[in-house]
């Protein structure tokens, strides 16, 4: 099984991330047998040659290798130790690769019960959003061990473009808490820059010209501002998602304690947000908070 196009892999969790992977994966030329909560979710990938399974033990109980993209800790725990589980029903290949973005030491706590049956479990949360999960150009943070690594490589790089192999199991997902305290508070500075602009009757759009030219340049402010401008809230990564990984990120911060308090300050933005029903919108709606805030909106 171990060359780059044969293998059969078990996906788990259709959403966003998940069937862009998926399909990825079917179009690298793996096998892959898909099972989602919701029976429809996967009904666009049959045309990749993806089998969508009735469950977790049929999508999972031939396979080399099981991949998971689902959105907490508490859905990974159901699927390591509930009745249709991994521990239930051990895949093939003694393999799991979970994508999610959930607590360190929960996963450490699942690697550990697995290992006691046999599985290698493997960290490996994404950064690069729907776009780098559609062009499989995902950067991957892989904790757990390194032969691990080596055996799960051929089908992450079908997913991804940049692996890498951050250190021992719950790593991946330390790194991935890291890469989302940074978005955070940078989605936070541009939201703060964009407000005092528009209150002082500044071109947006030509200022994030100017600044994507300057050391004030970053990922944030070149795909994200735009969007902030123009009142588009619809696409990218929820506001319910970014206060899910912000939490992960502060209960992270209170186990070894370390403070945090530009994180704290964001998570509370974030949190005024959903208060407004705003949670499934995408992050650039973050940038509301400050219309209200403000008493001001640049797009009447
Ligand atoms: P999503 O909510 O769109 O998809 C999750 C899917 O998992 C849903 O289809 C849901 O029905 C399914 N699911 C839930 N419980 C399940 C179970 N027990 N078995 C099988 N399927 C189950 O979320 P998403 O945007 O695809 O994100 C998935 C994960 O990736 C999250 O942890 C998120 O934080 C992370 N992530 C998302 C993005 C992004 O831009 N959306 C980027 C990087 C990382």
Redesign the pocket.
Known sequence: MNNKTSGVVGF????????EMARNLAEAGFTVHA????PT?GDALRQFGIEIMPD?PSAVTDADIVI?????TP?VE??VS?TNGLLAHPPRGKLFVD????APDATRKFSQALAAAGITMLDA??????V??KNGT?TIMVGGEASGFAQATPFLQAMGTTLNHVGASGAGQTV?LCNQLICGINIQAICEALALARAWDIDLVQMREVLLGGSAASWMLDKLAPAMIEGDVSA???ID?MM??LRLVLEAAQKHPVPLPATALVATQYQNAQAYGEGSNGNQALFKVYDRLTGQNNRN
């Open positions: 788990l969790g259709l959403g966003v991330m998940g069937r099972f989602d909560v919701i979710a977790i998971s993209m689902l959105p907490d859905q159901e699927i509930g994508m999610s973005t959930i949360p994404v950064s690069g959003g729907p780098g999960a995902l991935k990218g990564f929820r998602l899910k990984d």
